[in-house]
C-alpha cells in the first residue's frame, strides 16, 4: 500500500514539473515576442524621422547663425535687433532697385555693343549684293566727212540753227571734221546727237527733214524710256506702280548728279534698303519704294526750277504714290522730318550710295576749275566787283558797286544765273546766288 501511494506520488510530481516547465516556455515565448515587436517599432520610428529632425537642426543651425549676424550687425552699429530688422526692410528695395538698375545697364551696353556689329555687318552684306553699272555711254564729239560740213552748216548757218532750236542744244564744228554737242540736259543732248547721227547716215540737212527725224526720235527715246522704267522695277520687283511713271524712271538713266548716274543710284538705295529693311523686320516694299523713288524728282528739275525734291513730290503725288514714299522724297535733304522707319532708312542708304569711294568723280581740282569760271564770268557782268563761290560752287556771293541802280541791282542775280546756266565750260547744277550792296537779297 506504501509502495503504491509512494508510486502515484512521484507520477504527480512529475507531471507538476512538466506542467511548468511548460508555462515557463509559453512565457519565454510570449516575452521575446514582444521584445521583437519592439524592436520592429523602434527601427520605424528610427528611419522615418531622418530628414525632418536633419532639417530641423539646419534651420536651427541656419536660425542660430542669423541671430548671430544679426547680434554682430547691433554690437558694430549700436542699434537693436529690431531696429536692424526695420532698416533693412525700409532700405530692401532701394538696394533691390539699384542692383537690377546696374544689371540693366550692363546687359544693355552688351545688346548695343552687338547691335553696332551685326548692323555693320548688315550694311556690309548689302554693299556686297550692290552689284549695279548702269554707264551712260556718250560721246561729246561726232566726226563727218570734209564733204559735208557745209551741207551740214547750211545757207548762212541756217541748218544749225534749226538743229539748235528745235533741241535746245549748241551745235559746233570743231577742227572742221568734228560736230560737237552741248547741253546741261543730258536727255536733250542726247535727241540732238542721235538726230545728227541719223541726218548723216541720210546726208540730207533740209529743215523738213529734221523736223520729222526730230519728230521720229523723240517717240523712239519715248518708248525707251518707258521700257527702261518698266524692266528697272521688274528686276527690282517693286509692284504697284502706276505705269505713267515709267518715263520719268527711265529719264533718269540721262540724268547724273556730281558724275554718279543717278538711275544707278536709285538701284543702288533700293537694294541696300531692302536688306536693311528685312533685317529689321519691316516691309521690304515700301523700303524699296522709298530709296528708289526719293529722287525721281531729279527726272524733270533741269526743266523746272531746279528742286529736285519739289519736283518729286508733285510727281508722286500725281501718280499715286505712298505717303511713305513722298515723306522720303521730303526728308531726304531734311527739309522735313522723318516721320517713318522707312524715311530714316533711305536717308542712311543714299548716303552709303552717295559717298563710297570712287562714285562720284568730281576732283577737288575739277571743283577748283568750276569755282573759278564761276567768279571770271560773275565778274565780267558790269556793277560786280567781287565774286566769292562756296559750298562747293552751289553758291555763290557777289558784291556790287554802290552806284548800281536799284532795278540793276535787283535783276543781276538772274542775270548771273542764267549766264552760267548757259555756259558750255560749266557742269551746270542749281546755284544760290547772293547779291550784296547796302542791302541783301537771294534768288
Do not use: W
Request: glycine share 4%.
Amino acid at each position: 500500500m506504501n509502495l503504491l501511494t509512494n508510486a502515484i506520488s512521484g507520477e504527480r510530481i512529475t507531471l507538476y514539473v512538466l506542467v511548468v516547465i511548460c508555462l515557463i516556455g509559453l512565457i519565454i515565448t510570449a516575452i521575446l515576442m514582444v521584445v521583437n515587436y519592439f524592436k520592429k517599432k523602434k527601427k520605424k520610428i528610427i528611419i522615418e524621422p531622418t530628414t525632418t529632425k536633419a532639417l530641423e537642426h539646419k534651420s536651427k543651425t541656419q536660425l542660430d547663425e542669423n541671430e548671430l549676424r544679426t547680434k554682430v550687425l547691433s554690437d558694430v552699429s549700436g542699434m537693436s535687433e529690431k531696429e536692424i530688422q526695420k532698416y533693412i526692410e525700409d532700405h530692401f528695395d532701394e538696394y533691390i532697385t539699384k542692383d537690377t538698375i546696374s544689371k540693366i545697364e550692363e546687359v544693355k551696353e552688351e545688346s548695343i555693343s552687338k547691335i553696332e556689329e551685326a548692323a555693320k555687318a548688315k550694311i556690309i552684306d548689302a554693299m556686297e549684293d550692290v552689284v549695279t553699272d548702269v554707264i551712260l555711254q556718250t560721246k561729246n564729239d561726232i566726226e563727218i566727212d570734209d564733204d559735208l560740213v557745209g551741207r551740214f552748216i547750211g545757207k548762212d548757218g541756217m541748218n544749225i540753227k534749226t538743229i539748235e532750236k528745235i533741241t535746245e542744244c549748241q551745235v559746233s564744228i570743231v577742227d572742221k571734221k568734228f560736230i560737237r554737242v552741248s547741253s546741261f540736259n543730258s536727255l536733250k543732248k542726247e535727241i540732238c546727237t542721235r538726230l545728227i547721227h541719223k541726218l548723216i547716215k541720210a546726208k540730207t540737212f533740209d529743215r523738213n527733214r529734221i523736223e520729222k527725224n526730230y519728230q521720229s526720235i523723240c517717240k523712239e527715246l519715248d518708248e525707251e524710256l518707258i521700257n527702261i522704267g518698266k524692266k528697272t522695277l521688274n528686276d527690282l520687283e517693286i509692284t504697284g506702280i502706276n505705269q505713267g511713271i515709267y518715263k520719268y524712271i527711265g529719264r533718269l538713266y540721262y540724268r547724273s548728279s556730281y558724275s554718279q548716274n543717278v538711275l544707278t543710284h536709285a538701284i543702288e538705295c533700293a537694294k541696300l534698303a531692302a536688306s536693311i529693311a528685312e533685317s529689321l523686320s519691316c516691309d521690304v516694299q515700301i523700303a524699296k519704294q522709298c530709296a528708289f523713288f526719293h529722287d525721281i524728282g531729279k527726272s524733270v528739275d533741269y526743266e523746272e526750277d531746279g528742286n529736285h525734291v519739289k519736283s518729286g513730290v508733285e510727281l508722286a503725288k500725281k501718280y499715286g504714290l505712298s505717303k511713305y514714299v513722298i515723306n522720303a522724297i521730303e526728308s531726304h535733304h531734311d527739309e522735313e522730318e522723318c516721320k517713318y522707319i522707312y524715311s530714316r532708312i533711305n536717308k542712311i542708304v543714299d548716303k552709303i550710295s552717295s559717298s563710297r569711294p570712287g562714285v562720284r568723280l568730281d576732283s577737288n581740282e575739277a571743283l577748283t576749275i568750276r569755282s573759278e569760271e564761276i567768279e571770271r564770268l560773275s565778274k565780267e557782268i558790269h556793277g560786280v566787283k567781287k565774286a566769292y563761290v562756296i559750298r562747293g560752287g552751289k553758291e555763290i556771293i557777289i558784291i556790287v558797286d554802290d552806284s548800281l541802280s536799284d532795278d540793276k541791282f535787283k535783276k543781276i542775280g538772274l542775270k548771273i544765273k542764267d549766264i552760267i546756266k548757259k555756259n558750255n565750260n560749266v557742269n551746270y547744277m542749281d546755284i544760290k546766288v547772293t547779291v550784296m550792296k547796302e542791302q541783301i537779297y537771294s534768288v
